[in-house]
């Protein structure tokens, strides 16, 4: 029997992860209220790219993906000071398609689909104590700067900054294949992608010793991400030169919890376990979290072994995404002899064994958290 039909459930927090367990939860029964700080429930000004292991959850909740996501054709590796392509991995043959999406509009499908199954919204709602909410179960859906996760771990930890910011830009774009580009260069490496409507999603990555601004994000000079890349390729310099407007983010992080979850609170996204976005999961493990969570409380009996369950499924397999996204950090900016050897590498790879990126990532992109025979069982 399923303990969560017609339970009542609260989740803090409108982003990916709130809203798609608040979807999830809702389509196995419970009564969902979502209550989120912001006055909208909305992203703007970035984009998103959804791997198939998303993809698949996006699927299973009834999503039309296609009508707001971009299929992405490949992946391709760029030496970012002269601009040459190291390597193309194909990414057509990826099911469901890996696709890019503007966040806003990844946010607006969940959001509709929740309403449309009778989620309950409660915008300019800051929980800052669960013990405020009348509910069953409550779901920390409130992000790296969580203020749940306390509740969960038993203790107050800020997220500390990682060495790298990223500016995160959108442009007016026509004609840009559909593919990522990671453009590598010595401390830092940009990313590129186009996005459905005609615009191009730039994140711009650099190490720096310190975070010096109040908060975590400003808008910042568009001179400033030219500055950082001045030395790089001619093609890459265009592409920023288009910049308009500009914000950076200093990219804090905290340990994965160790525990997801106590008494009726738990934790998905990145309350839980914020990645670096050099492997581009924070999102989709997100969504796999809110699926797996409504699963795991559908397909047991009681709270407590649903909530088991949930973590015996998850903390595994997001704590190895996590460390294979910092491995990415490393990887993407070598400099010297090290970058040498391995653009060469890639250049080999891609030449002789084209499959051997994605065959690499296939406990990633390949995992189906959707899939009949998932385990979802407490023991
Ligand atoms: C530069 C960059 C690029 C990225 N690119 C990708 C990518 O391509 N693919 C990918 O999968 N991931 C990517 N990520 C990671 C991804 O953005 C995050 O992992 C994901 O958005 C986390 O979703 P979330 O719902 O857990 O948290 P959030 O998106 O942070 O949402 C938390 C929500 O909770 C609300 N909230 C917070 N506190 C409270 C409170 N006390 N009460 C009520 N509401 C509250 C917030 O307003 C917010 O709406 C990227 C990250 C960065 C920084």
Same mark, same amino acid.
């Given at each position: 029997?399923?303990?969560?039909?017609?339970?009542?459930?609260?989740?803090?927090?409108?982003?990916?992860?709130?809203?798609?367990?608040?979807?999830?939860?809702?389509?196995?029964?419970?009564?969902?209220?979502?209550?989120?700080?912001?006055?909208?429930?909305? !992203?703007?000004?970035?984009?998103?790219?959804?791997?198939?292991? $998303?993809?698949?959850?996006?699927?299973?909740?009834?999503?039309?993906?296609?009508?707001? $996501?971009?299929?992405? !054709? *490949?992946?391709?590796?760029?030496?970012? /000071?002269?601009?040459?392509?190291?390597?193309?991995?194909?990414?057509?043959?990826?099911?469901?398609?890996?696709?890019?999406?503007?966040?806003?509009?990844?946010?607006?499908?969940?959001?509709?689909?929740?309403?449309?199954?009778?989620?309950?919204?409660?915008?300019?709602?800051?929980?800052?104590?669960?013990?405020?909410?009348?509910?069953?179960?409550?779901?920390?859906?409130?992000?790296?700067?969580?203020?749940?996760?306390?509740?969960?771990?038993?203790?107050?930890?800020?997220?500390?900054?990682?060495?790298?910011?990223? +500016?995160? *830009?959108?442009?007016?774009?026509?004609?840009?294949?559909?593919?990522?580009?990671?453009?590598? @260069?010595?401390?830092?490496?940009?990313?590129?992608?186009?996005?459905? $409507?005609?615009?191009?999603?730039?994140?711009?990555?650099? !190490?720096?010793?310190?975070? @010096?601004?109040?908060?975590? %994000?400003?808008?910042?000079?568009?001179?400033?991400?030219?500055?950082?890349?001045?030395?790089?390729?001619?093609?890459?310099?265009?592409?920023?030169?288009?910049?308009?407007?500009?914000?950076? +983010?200093?990219?804090?992080?905290?340990?994965?919890?160790?525990?997801?979850?106590?008494?009726?609170?738990? /934790?998905?996204?990145?309350? %839980?376990?914020?990645?670096?976005?050099? /492997? @581009?999961?924070?999102?989709?493990?997100?969504?796999?979290?809110?699926?797996?969570?409504? @699963?795991?409380?559908?397909?047991?009996?009681?709270?407590?072994?649903?909530?088991?369950?949930?973590?015996?499924?998850? /903390?595994?397999?997001?704590?190895?995404?996590?460390?294979?996204?910092? *491995?990415?950090?490393?990887?993407?900016?070598?400099?010297?002899?090290?970058?040498?050897?391995?653009?060469?590498?890639?250049?080999?790879?891609?030449?002789?064994?084209?499959?051997?990126?994605?065959?690499?990532?296939?406990?990633?992109?390949?995992?189906?958290?959707?899939?009949?025979?998932?385990?979802?069982?407490?023991?």
């Amino acid at each position: 029997m399923s303990f969560i039909a017609d339970r009542t459930v609260a989740v803090v927090g409108g982003g990916i992860g709130g809203l798609t367990s608040a979807l999830a939860l809702a389509q196995q029964g419970a009564r969902v209220t979502v209550y989120e700080q912001a006055s909208a429930l909305t !992203e703007v000004g970035a984009g998103l790219q959804i791997s198939p292991n $998303g993809a698949r959850v996006l699927d299973a909740l009834g999503l039309d993906a296609d009508s707001v $996501g971009l299929s992405a !054709e *490949a992946v391709q590796p760029m030496a970012g /000071l002269t601009g040459r392509t190291l390597a193309r991995f194909n990414l057509l043959d990826q099911k469901p398609p890996y696709r890019f999406f503007h966040r806003h509009a990844l946010i607006v499908l969940l959001a509709d689909a929740c309403a449309d199954l009778g989620v309950r919204a409660s915008l300019g709602s800051r929980i800052d104590d669960p013990s405020q909410l009348d509910a069953e179960v409550i779901v920390g859906a409130d992000g790296l700067r969580s203020t749940l996760r306390s509740e969960v771990t038993g203790r107050k930890t800020d997220p500390f900054f990682t060495g790298q910011v990223a +500016w995160r *830009a959108i442009v007016p774009d026509t004609g840009s294949d559909p593919v990522a580009r990671i453009w590598m @260069a010595p401390g830092k490496h940009v990313v590129t992608y186009p996005l459905s $409507g005609g615009a191009l999603n730039i994140v711009a990555v650099q !190490e720096r010793s310190a975070w @010096a601004a109040e908060g975590w %994000a400003h808008e910042d000079d568009p001179s400033a991400v030219r500055a950082a890349f001045a030395d790089c390729c001619g093609e890459l310099k265009s592409i920023l030169h288009r910049i308009e407007k500009v914000h950076l +983010w200093g990219l804090f992080r905290h340990p994965v919890v160790q525990r997801l979850s106590k008494n009726n609170v738990v /934790l998905v996204g990145d309350a %839980a376990h914020p990645t670096l976005p050099f /492997l @581009a999961q924070g999102a989709n493990l997100a969504l796999e979290d809110g699926f797996v969570l409504a @699963a795991c409380l559908a397909q047991n009996e009681s709270l407590r072994h649903g909530l088991a369950a949930y973590q015996k499924a998850r /903390l595994a397999r997001v704590t190895r995404a996590i460390n294979a996204a910092n *491995a990415n950090a490393r990887n993407y900016h070598l400099g010297g002899v090290r970058a040498t050897f391995a653009h060469a590498g890639l250049r080999t790879i891609s030449a002789l064994a084209p499959n051997v990126f994605l065959n690499r990532l296939s406990w990633l992109y390949d995992h189906d958290v959707t899939a009949p025979n998932y385990q979802f069982a407490a023991v």
